[in-house]
Every structure is written in C-alpha cells, then in structure tokens.
C-alpha cells in the first residue's frame, strides 16, 4: 500500500521553544503539564497542547511511513486508505486505533480486522475476509454471500460466475450449511449449478445437466452420500431425467425428462 504525503498544516503548531525541545525534555514538560493542571483544567491544557506535541513527535521519527497487512485477498488498497484515514508522516502517537479497526471492518470484504501500532513508524493491518460461497438470487440481481449469508458489499459478482446460485425463503443464512453437505461428494458438487430453498424447510440441487434433485428436510447428507454412490455404480445423473426425488428414506423416485409437445403436433 502506497502512502501519500499530505501537506498538513500541523508542523505550523510546534511554536519555537517547543521544537528545540529533545525527547527528554519532551517527556518532562507533559510530566509537568500533568502534575500542575487539575480537574477541568487539565483537559483544556491537554486539548490545547496536544497538536504541538504530537507535530513534535512526528518531527523526531514518530510519524507512519509503512503500512503491513496480512489476510488481504480482495480488498483494495482505496478502501483501505479510505477507511484509514491516514497520510505519510502523520503523528503515529495520534491515531485513534480502536476507530480505525470500526472503519476497516465494515468493508465489504472484512469480516474482521485487528490494527496494531510499531513504533516508531510502521503500522500492521490484519485482516480476516469473507469467503464467498454463492450468488444469492434477489430483486437487485446477484449478489455474492459469505458462509454466513452476508451480502459481500462491493464485489464484482462477474468474477465469481462459478459459484452456485442460492435462491429462495431464508435461502442465504442457511446456504453456508448446504453447501458444506455438498461438498462432501467432490465429483457430484462439481455438477451443481444451483440450490433452492423450498418453503424455508429443505432444498432442491439444480445440476448442469438440468436435473433437479430433491433433498429431504431431514438428514440431507445421507440422501446426497446415497445419490453420490449411484451415480459411482449405475451413472444414474447422466440418463434423461427432469428430477431424482430422495425424501422418501430408502426410495428413488425419478421424473423422466418428457418433451412438452405443443398443440397440433404428431405423436
């Protein structure tokens, strides 16, 4: 992440006694400024010295000039500045970490951030993103969920055209279970195009091939683990069929895939 420099106004505040001050010095003086200011007054003194001695600080070395992040896949380096709201050679001794952290975190991509200060110039970002799991399905289009069903704000859906499309009544908070159900049979997940949600209870799996597969509400991951085995023994998925019904324990029923012929047509 590149920093800019900003022509801060803040190097103006150092009056001139100040700026011959060393370190020691520096430290003594704010010791003084402690002991002899009370109650409201100290705030005030406090209020009113605070630019000059953190313009000072910044002008002995304690200023940001490097910026380190970890856990970063997606998100921006605007974002990042922008949620920041820092600038190279801004007092590092100044900065109001605990806001910054609020700021980064409601990035679309950050589910989490941690932001630690390194004297004497460096800060360190570490992210936790979403990891995007399908396209939900809504009237605004397609919009890219997280494990959890949360909208990924700001992410450019046309990237992740591989991911399944997730529709239907509470469709986006429970996907994140479902599909973990079927990823558990790698060859037949690859198949999956789409998942439904049926009357906020269980799920229809649209594959490519266009077979709608009936999962039951109860125990999913055993219908799917059964239907993974037919298709190992028998390639039950590549026959012509419209839908492979399993919410019924211990049966198949399957719909075969009959063309709709139109009115006046020959038979």
Request: charged share 25%; proline share 5%.
């Amino acid at each position: 992440m590149r920093l800019t420099d900003n022509k801060s106004p803040q190097k103006s505040l150092t009056p001139g006694w100040l700026a011959q001050l060393s370190v020691r010095q520096l430290l003594r003086a704010f010791i003084v400024l402690l002991f002899v200011s009370g109650g409201a007054g100290l705030a005030w003194h406090w209020q009113t010295a605070r630019p000059a001695l953190l313009a000072k600080t910044a002008e002995m070395g304690l200023a940001v000039r490097h910026i380190d992040i970890e856990g970063r896949s997606h998100t921006s380096d605007a974002d990042l500045l922008e949620a920041l709201k820092i600038w190279r050679g801004m007092p590092i001794l100044g900065l109001d970490l605990s806001a910054m952290r609020i700021r980064v975190a409601d990035i679309g991509w950050v589910a989490e951030a941690r932001i630690e200060r390194h004297l004497p110039d460096r800060l360190k970002i570490i992210l936790s993103e979403r990891i995007p799991v399908g396209l939900l399905q809504s009237g605004a289009g397609h919009q890219l969920i997280d494990h959890g069903g949360a909208i990924i704000a700001g992410a450019d859906v046309t990237l992740f055209g591989h991911l399944p499309v997730v529709s239907g009544k509470q469709a986006a908070s429970e996907a994140g279970f479902i599909l973990d159900t079927l990823r558990t049979e790698p060859e037949l997940y690859s198949d999956v195009w789409a998942i439904q949600r049926i009357a906020g209870r269980r799920w229809d799996v649209h594959l490519r091939n266009g077979i709608t597969v009936k999962l039951p509400e109860q125990d999913p991951a055993a219908a799917w683990s059964r239907l993974a085995r037919l298709q190992r023994e028998k390639g039950i998925i590549e026959r012509d069929l419209a839908a492979i019904d399993l919410r019924i324990p211990d049966q198949l029923v399957v719909e075969p895939n009959i063309p709709v012929r139109g009115p006046g047509q020959k038979t």
